[in-house]
């Protein structure tokens, strides 16, 4: 094997525990602390060695209390930052199976997140609702103006409600349905 090695110390690793820890108790001080006070925080992409993800509010959406993802947001976190994996906000509430997923939902919906933003499959946050079978994350969405008709621009080509249908999910077609005005 030829190139350099990645090797974690146990300084590192100690760093790394301190952050998730952060994030867990909700603690603001301690992980700006951490990341070295970053000009751009909450904006600030963390080191790659610390482990623990790209922007705070994704990793805080993940793992910490409400009340710090609230905390993050008043001191202008962007809502809608990108994420190469594919998890922007809402995506990753979805997928965080949260439970109080439906109030970070309206929080982050209330601050501008973006119903159309796409993630992971080339999905709308509609089109991750239907595959975790969320009706009330689908209810959400659409009174904040989330678009059923926006097709994934892979594989299938298809619409939160087409996938719905895909799968035989009756709340999830009423739902997209209803909103269609095919209720």
């Not at 904040?144 to 080509?157: F, H, N, Q, S, V």
Request: aromatic content about 8%.
């Amino acid at each position: 094997m030829h190139g350099r090695r990645f090797e974690v110390t146990g300084r590192q690793m100690a760093r790394s525990i301190e952050a998730h820890q952060a994030y867990l108790d909700g603690d603001l001080a301690a992980l700006r602390r951490i990341l070295g006070d970053p000009p751009d925080f909450p904006n600030c992409l963390q080191p790659v060695r610390l482990g623990v993800g790209g922007y705070p509010l994704e990793y805080a959406i993940y793992w910490s209390p409400l009340a710090f993802i609230k905390a993050l947001i008043s001191l202008e976190a962007d809502v809608n930052y990108s994420d190469e994996a594919g998890f922007p906000s809402l995506i990753a509430v979805l997928s965080a199976a949260r439970q109080d997923g439906d109030a970070l939902l309206t929080l982050l919906l209330d601050n501008g997140a973006d119903t159309a933003q796409r993630g992971i499959n080339d999905w709308t946050p509609l089109h991750m609702a239907v595959a975790q079978k969320a009706s009330s994350a689908i209810e959400l969405l659409l009174r904040y103006g989330a678009k059923g008709d926006l097709r994934t621009r892979i594989d299938d080509c298809s619409t939160a409600l087409e996938d719905a249908e895909a799968s035989d999910w009756r709340p999830g077609i009423d739902l997209l349905r209803e909103d269609k005005g095919q209720g």
